[in-house]
């Protein structure tokens, strides 16, 4: 399962990490969302020792999803 991460925790497990990390900015009431999360979720097991897959809740880490200008849900960067 993709760990959901907030701000605080974004520099270590992001961009000080060595290697792919995928991040899925995501909301919880937001449709398209929920149909994205089991393909997520399942590449993220299948590719579980070549990247790393997070996620990001926009309305718990608003400053996150400003700072990556995220304008629409789900959004995934590499």
Known sequence: ???IIK???FSNK???????V???FFATWC???KMLSPVFEA???DM????????VDIDQSMEL???FQVSTVPTVIV
């Open 1 to 3: 399962m993709a760990q």
């Open 7 to 9: 701000t605080n925790e």
């Open 14 to 20: 992001v961009e000080n990490k060595e290697g792919i």
């Open 22 to 24: 995928v991040v899925d």
């Open 31 to 33: 449709g398209p969302c």
């Open 43 to 45: 590449l993220g097991n």
């Open 48 to 55: 579980e020792n070549e990247a790393d897959f997070l996620k």
């Open 65 to 67: 999803a400003e700072r």
